[in-house]
């Protein structure tokens, strides 16, 4: 899995006890993770590692229950808040290391002040008139919390009962629910500004037993002049929109490269657009002279291209378009779109079953295409001048007797090079084990009459957004990212195991849930669940896309399945005999 590598880092900090004993490094007291000084906001971390297997292992005088045959131990330990001191011995070997755990959400200063970072804007915010504006700042509880600005002042009261939400990935642990904040308070106040024109940094007075301090915001707050219109087109291959001003907000459907939209908002190098979303200033340029984007639209055209079936939405200009995957239908929104349309030919070319459209007034189009079978095998959005081209994968064209023949399906073995991924207990890297089964998985793909295209075949390192892009030009039939799975802290590295499988797009979920379904049933696997994950190699929408972790670096028992040359081979022809089998039926 890609974020809870601890990968290099881990790799460099492995902690064996001297070189000396290297001669017996077989049986060397050996963890691989947490390594010493690891800080974490967890409640408990587990212990990877491993040592002779014929000796007890101790942490912390109490002998590791649950080791594999190998020797390879992976205990869970509860965390005080700060540090806790954590002694492995075997023999005469010792190993002690240093966890810290910190209370997560921002921290308060030792003297009286504001947490770092707290205080609202942190960077340059321009909204329209009458947007609300909050500001906001985290403070000891009971303080009083003021805010001058533009020569108001504003009294910031404690939110007291917000929840806080934890990461994402707690959802890999099971841990997803909010939770009460035990840290300082969050202060807030909001209003609605009328008048145009800069209203400079907030300063923020904190007053608690008599003392007060003061700070002032890093970023400053301006109201946008309505009558000046701020056009910009995008200039990426493939705009990153998304529901907010930074990476973490969700993402939407990516802009087209030419998309042009007004500017209705600013936060640090973001820029809102008129239709909603947010995207970088830098993949966009600014038009000059432009007015409020704005478009008819009236026939709508559709052609068959080798492999595809092409719908034309003809515009004065490009806007921006979001697109919404069903299972047999997709839907095309257009907006700041007002249609004049009477017309609309798409041709009966064994894919389309047929087009609805509706006006979503005052300016939005939607479209929805219905497909004559559940499965679609992939789509291409791009603007031709102005006008919006749709492209449908036709579904591959294959024979009952080899249903893989005429497929081509692109194996992309995770990490590489210096990206090790996950470390099992004896240090092997999730990279080499990736490689190993993707290859094997290439030979049984191509017994099956597949071309196969991979990644890499060696250990290279290759960029995330490398992989994507081969997947966008070479536009296989289908992809698949071969991963061994790790859990972030707080999960149980001895009681998590199993296939774990990734989608994002709708075309991919029936593959993954097959895939998984297939590989726990014919291999007898426990099942780790089948997930919804905004990924870097399921994001690809030419052609379905899924990221499967065939099981975990870190669960002892496990491991030993996963090393074993056998049963690899064996994993490689079941998951070869899945694939064929998902497009067998799904044609
Ligand atoms: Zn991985």
Known sequence: MAQWIWGAAALASLSTVGMATIARAEAALTLVYPPDGHQTTAAQIFFIGTGSADQPVLLNGAPIEGRSESGYFAPTRPLDLGPN????????????????????????????????????????????????????????????????????????????????????????????????????????????????????????????????????????????????????????????????????????????????????????????????????????????????????????????????????????????????????????????????????????????????????????????????????????????????????????????????AGTTILVDPGHGGDEPGALGPNGIPEKDVNLTVSLLLQAALEARGARVIMTRTDDSTIGVNDRTAQINQDEPTLALSIHYNALPDGGNAQTTAGIGAFWFNTQAHSLAQFLHDYLVAELDRPSYGVFWNNLALTRPHVAPAVLLELGFMINPEEFEWVTDPQEQAKLAETLAEGVELWVEQSE
Not at 117 to 123: E, F, M
């Open 85 to 404: 001191t954590f002694t492995l011995t075997q023999g005469d070997q010792t190993l002690a290391i240093t966890v810290t755990r910190v209370p997560p959400g921002p921290t308060l200063p030792e003297t009286l002040g504001f947490a770092e970072g707290s205080l609202v804007p942190a960077v340059a915010v321009a909204r329209q008139p009458g947007d609300w504006v909050c500001l906001g700042a985290v403070a000891p509880a009971q303080a009083t919390v003021t805010a001058s600005l533009a020569g108001q002042t504003y009294a910031l009261l404690p939110q007291g009962d917000r929840q806080d939400l934890p990461a994402n990935s707690a959802v890999l642990t099971d841990q997803a629910r909010p939770y009460g904040s035990t840290g300082p308070s969050h202060y807030e106040s909001c209003f609605r500004a009328e008048q145009p024109g800069s209203l400079g940094q907030p300063t923020y007075q904190l007053t608690l037993a008599g003392t007060t301090v003061t700070a002032q915001a890093p970023g400053t707050i301006s109201i946008l002049d309505p009558n000046t219109v701020e056009v910009v087109a995008v200039t990426a291959a493939a705009g990153v929109a998304r529901t907010g001003p930074s990476s973490d907000y969700s993402r939407l459907t990516p802009l087209p490269q030419g998309t042009r939209a007004r500017v209705t908002g600013r936060e640090g190098d973001w820029l809102r657009l008129d239709y909603g979303g947010w995207i970088r200033a830098a993949e966009t340029q600014p038009v000059a002279g432009a007015v409020p984007p704005r478009s008819l639209i009236r026939g709508i055209t559709s052609r068959q291209v080798p492999g595809w079936t092409e719908l034309y939405f003809p515009l004065q200009v490009p806007v921006p378009v979001s697109l919404q995957q069903g299972s047999d239908t997709l839907t095309l929104t257009l907006y700041n779109t007002v249609p004049q349309t009477d017309t609309i030919a798409i041709i009966d070319d064994g894919l389309i079953e047929r087009l609805d459209w509706s006006p979503t007034l005052p300016d939005q189009v939607q479209y929805q295409i219905n497909f004559k079978t559940d499965q679609q095998w992939g789509y291409k959005l791009r603007y031709e001048g102005t006008t919006l081209v749709l492209s449908l994968r036709q579904p591959p064209v294959t024979q009952a007797s080899q249903p893989l």
